[in-house]
C-alpha cells in the first residue's frame, strides 16, 4: 500500500511523453479535389489541367486517396469540357492524318 502514489499532480511519466502533434493537413489534396470541382462545374480549360497536376503532387507527397479522388474528378471534369474534347480530338486527328 505504501507504493501508490496518490496525488492530483501530473507524474513524471507524463512530462516525459508529450502527447503526439496533429498530421499535416493534406494541401495538395485539398487543391485537386477543388481544382477538379471548379472544372466539372466552371471553365474546364483552366482547371482541369490544374487538379490533374495538383492530383500528381498529391500522389507523389502521399495522399493517395486524395490523389486517385482527384484524377478521377479530372477526368470527369474532361469528359463535361467540349473545348478539351475538341482538342483531344483535334491531335488525334492530326496524328492519323499524313500532314
Do not use: R
Not at 495538395?28 to 481544382?35: E, K, M, R, S, V
Amino acid at each position: 500500500m505504501s507504493d501508490i502514489k496518490l496525488s492530483l499532480e501530473n507524474s513524471d511519466s507524463d512530462s516525459q511523453n508529450p502527447p503526439p502533434p496533429f498530421p499535416d493537413p493534406p494541401i495538395a489534396g485539398y487543391f485537386a479535389i477543388g481544382l477538379a470541382l471548379f472544372g466539372i462545374f466552371t471553365s474546364g480549360v483552366i482547371f482541369v489541367p490544374l487538379a490533374f497536376l495538383a492530383s500528381i503532387i498529391a500522389l507523389f507527397s502521399g495522399q493517395i486517396i486524395w490523389g486517385i479522388f482527384g484524377i478521377l474528378l479530372s477526368f470527369a471534369g474532361l469528359l463535361t469540357s467540349p473545348i478539351l474534347l475538341g482538342m483531344l480530338g483535334m491531335a488525334w486527328l492530326a496524328s492519323i492524318l499524313p500532314i
